[in-house]
């Protein structure tokens, strides 16, 4: 019975430290949207002064720089979701519990990546 009702009990981070978190996450989330904005704007294919006649080694380096920026863009777009993420889950009031057990994830480790969404236990048998 007692532990049943330890189990009911809602388990959060208090007020005071997820606002200092959400301000970090929203600024990141902007900078992020900057960063993918710019990168397109140096996306080699994407510019109107463009030459289509360019010798082997400009062609080259223009498919190198666009994938580049493929790649770059890709990976700012898995962090904007993730950003996105963790601040609807500081939204809903699950910020920092492990979404595969449910546990309290370490600070430690949130502190380090403040967008993990499960505790270290559970990323470890994830990646096993």
């Known amino acids: 019975m007692k532990q049943e009702n330890q189990e009911n009990l809602k388990i959060s981070f ?5 606002s200092p978190i ?3 996450l929203e ?25 289509l006649e360019n010798s082997l080694e400009e062609d080259l380096d223009e498919q190198i720089d666009h994938f580049e920026t493929e790649v770059k863009a890709k990976f700012l777009n898995k962090r904007i979701v993730q950003l996105r993420k963790a601040l609807t889950r500081i939204k809903i009031g699950k910020y920092g519990l492990c979404e595969s057990c449910g546990k309290m994830i370490d600070t430690d480790r949130l502190a380090i990546n403040p967008l993990a969404t499960t505790c270290v236990k559970c990323q470890k048998e994830k990646e096993a």
């Open 14 to 18: 208090p007020q005071r430290l997820l």
């Open 22 to 24: 959400k301000h970090f």
């Open 27 to 51: 600024a990141e989330l902007l900078k992020s949207k900057r960063a993918k904005k710019n990168l397109k704007n140096a996306d080699p294919f994407l510019d109107s002064n463009r030459v």
